[in-house]
């Protein structure tokens, strides 16, 4: 029984050092610099962006790493979204190709005001289509990351994490 324990905190020890690098190396790419700040502010006023999103997160479910190409976008008053999605949905598409969240519409009750904490936006807005309703809640921060969660009355909601791009 030693003999295991022994082997086990070897093999912990000997990953800790990966581990560090993981996350110095992870943490590292997303710099808070004045430039990021300026452009990031820019592109939020403007309301010109896209959020490249690379995890979903389904409400019952793991957190699904995205290797496919998804993106939010918003350019001026309107919002385009091709995202999947993961879940339980009440009532189901007719066509299957028509599964995930996708929309291109003119956003209603667009807000969008600065965070709390002063490092980023948190933008709202709802999209209305004839066969379903988005009301779309996303967290913009300085350092040119984003989080937001899709949410419908027929579906369960779903958040996204991604990076904020032209």
């Not at 452009?39 to 409400?59: G, M």
Request: net charge positive.
């Amino acid at each position: 029984m030693n003999y295991l324990k022994v082997i086990l905190m070897k093999t912990r020890l000997m990953n800790l050092p990966f581990m560090l690098l993981f996350f110095m190396t992870s943490c590292s790419s997303f710099k808070t610099t004045p430039e990021t700040i300026n452009e990031t502010t820019r592109k939020i006023v403007s309301k010109n962006f896209t959020v490249v999103v690379n995890y979903a997160h389904p409400l019952r479910m793991k957190p699904v790493y995205l290797t496919s190409e998804y993106d939010l976008r918003i350019k001026n008053d309107s919002a385009f979204a091709f995202l999947p999605y993961y879940g339980v949905a009440q009532i189901a598409p007719y066509n299957p190709s028509e599964g995930g969240i996708k929309f291109a519409e003119p956003m209603e009750n667009y807000r969008m005001t600065p965070n709390k904490k002063k490092d980023g936006w948190n933008i709202q807005f709802r999209i209305k289509q004839t066969t379903m309703n988005y009301e779309v809640s996303m967290d913009v921060f300085n350092n040119g990351t984003a989080s937001f969660q899709v949410s419908s009355y027929d579906r369960d909601p779903i958040s996204f994490n991604g990076e904020v791009k032209k």
